[in-house]
T-cell receptor
């Protein structure tokens, strides 16, 4: 079946612009995660949803970052007033339930802020 | 603080040679442990996981990993590498106390020479 998809795959934004990154999880997957991967680093946790409930947003670096999953499927990560330090690959992952612990990752969105 | 360490940033091996990638974790209790592989432009793919039980776990693509509690390690091995194994490898851990977020190491880049 289809895996996790993310769009756009690449995004260039000028400093100060707002961006929205989309994640389509695997159908039926309850949990959805966002990670940020800076160049040469491992992914770092941003936030986590179980269905439409955002259970953990402790990794969001500032109040400029906002994520939502209003109907418990597609999720959007929004970054307001982008800064150069926001340049990274943003990875989305989903898992079937909170007890399976296997996260399936999308290809990521590479954000470059100029 | 909970952390995952991959001591080797970059490893080069000859095709057909054996491989071992190191991973150490620092957690209050033994976490769930994972190895992921990331090829250029691709998402993270799960190679194998350890939750409990047999300390030698088999994964996809001929990889295996051994959990050693005394050394807080979860090293990845392959007896004979193929050119297609060239990629970035990430060790990750997940606390088994209901928090689903993965903590990743910084990754090891594997180069294969003919």
């Amino acid at each position: 079946g289809a895996g996790v998809s993310q769009s756009p795959r690449y995004k260039v934004a000028k400093r100060g612009q707002d961006v929205a990154l989309r994640c389509d999880p695997i159908s039926g997957h309850v949990s959805l995660f966002w990670y940020q991967q800076a160049l040469g680093q491992g992914p770092e946790f941003l936030t986590y949803f179980q269905n439409e409930a955002q259970l953990d947003k402790s990794g969001l670096p500032s109040d400029r970052f906002f994520a939502e999953r209003p109907e418990g499927s597609v999720s959007t990560l929004k970054i307001q007033r982008t800064q150069q330090e926001d340049s990274a690959v943003y990875l989305c992952a989903s898992s079937f339930s909170h007890s399976t612990y296997e996260q399936y990752f999308g290809p990521g969105t590479r954000l470059t802020v100029t | 603080a909970q952390s995952v360490t991959q001591p080797d940033i970059h490893i080069t091996v000859s095709e057909g040679a054996s491989l071992e990638l190191r991973c150490n974790y620092s957690y209050g209790a033994t976490p769930y442990l994972f190895w992921y592989v990331q090829s250029p432009g691709q998402g993270l793919q799960l190679l194998l996981k350890y939750f409990s039980g047999d300390t030698l776990v088999q994964g996809i693509k001929g990889f295996e990993a051994e959990f050693k509690r005394s050394q807080s390690s979860f090293n990845l091995r392959k007896p004979s590498v193929h050119w297609s194994d060239a990629a970035e490898y990430f060790c990750a851990a997940l606390s088994n106390f209901g928090n689903e977020k993965l903590t990743f190491g910084t990754g090891t880049r594997l180069t294969i020479i003919p």
